[in-house]
Nanobody, 126 residues
Framework: QVQLVESGGGLVEAGGSLRLSCVASTRTFSRYVMGWFRQAPGKEREFVAGITWNGGSSYVSDTVKGRFTISKDRAKNTVSLQMNSLKPEDTAVYSC???????????????????WGQGTQVTVSS
């Protein structure tokens, strides 16, 4: 069993920044691909960013590229999402996920992820 816990969400004004963290219950990131997804009210879940553990390969969606950065901390079993220049349209529930089906490349397909955190709310005001 792998448990993922997100933190760092909250309310921020447009143009501000937030840093989300995803902590795994065990040291499993060496075999997993980690991804961040978000889902706004009335919309489908959207891939935001992903990263491989060993190779350091990462991919950020075009929607947030240049504003969001994904990173990892092996010692703390943590994957983080730094969000800068936030916009109201970034408002959503953000969830981290782990995929055991991919280890060397980032997958953007949510069904390829096996474990999910509970999500953390990010609200960006105008």
């Amino acid at each position: 069993q792998v448990q993922l816990v997100e933190s760092g969400g909250g309310l921020v004004e447009a143009g501000g920044s937030l840093r989300l963290s995803c902590v795994a219950s065990t040291r499993t990131f060496s075999r997993y691909v980690m991804g961040w997804f978000r889902q706004a009210p009335g919309k489908e879940r959207e891939f935001v960013a992903g990263i491989t553990w060993n190779g350091g390969s990462s991919y950020v969606s075009d929607t947030v590229k240049g504003r969001f950065t994904i990173s990892k901390d092996r010692a703390k079993n943590t994957v983080s999402l730094q969000m800068n220049s936030l916009k109201p349209e970034d408002t959503a529930v953000y969830s981290c996920a782990a995929s055991t089906a991919f280890t060397a490349i980032v997958t953007t397909t949510s069904r390829n992820y096996d474990y999910w955190g509970q999500g953390t709310q990010v609200t960006v005001s105008s």
